[in-house]
T-cell receptor, first 109, second 113 residues
């Protein structure tokens, strides 16, 4: 079965420090990977998806099929990045999304 | 924030009672989803619907039921058969089915006393 793991429940970094939120998935085919974010008192929303190859709010994520990873990175964390981050996997049309357990990022001043 | 709405925000029910959670969207999306969010477990799919009058079970459908009589509406009923109904419930919609981006509602927190 498809599975998404996010090994860190909580990640704390200082403002201006680099941040990396880890995501690993289990699927042998061609997955589509997403990062969703939930800021305090806001709805869960899409941050980025790998097929777009965009940088959103300074975040990037590269799909590494060899390591089955889709880690989220930002070179200089900001306090407003503090939120809950979920990695999600879709294996194609008509198939479900599978969400990871989430990582809470706390950016300290 | 319109688009997709859930009501009520907080819901309290006595054990043994069925309760229905509302989800409405005005985005003209074909697909709608119900997730359950528990601490440390992320989002788990309960049911999803890709078109009107059709829906499929997700990973944790037992004790839940849904209907999709209108494109805009996808209500979730938590029945008395659900062993641990106290949770945060999220509804989402997407233009088509996966892997389209999902748009989430604000959620309903259900507490069964």
């Amino acid at each position: 079965a498809q599975r998404v793991t996010q090994p860190e429940k909580l990640l704390s970094v200082f403002k201006g420090a680099p941040v990396e939120l880890k995501c690993n998935y289990s699927y042998s085919g061609s997955p589509e990977l997403f990062w969703y974010v939930q800021y305090s008192r806001q709805r869960l929303q899409l941050l980025l998806r790998h097929i777009s190859r965009e940088s959103i709010k300074g975040f990037t994520a590269d799909l590494n099929k060899g390591e089955t990873s889709f880690h989220l990175k930002k070179p200089f964390a900001q306090e407003e990045d503090s939120a809950m981050y979920y990695c999600a996997l879709s294996i194609g049309h008509g198939q479900n999304f599978v969400f990871g357990p989430g990582t809470r990022l706390s950016v300290l001043p | 924030d319109g688009g997709i709405t859930q009501s009520p925000k907080y819901l309290f029910r006595k054990e043994g009672q069925n309760v229905t959670l509302s989800c409405e969207q005005n985005l003209n999306h074909d697909a709608m989803y119900w997730y359950r969010q528990d601490p440390g477990q992320g989002l788990r799919l309960i049911y999803y619907s890709q078109i009107v009058n059709d829906f499929q079970k997700g990973d944790i459908a037992e004790g839940y039921s849904v209907s999709r009589e209108k494109k805009e509406s996808f209500p979730l009923t938590v029945t008395s058969a659900q062993k641990n109904p106290t949770a945060f419930y999220l509804c989402a919609s997407s233009p088509g089915g996966p892997p389209d981006t999902q748009y989430f509602g604000p959620g309903t927190r259900l507490t069964v006393l």
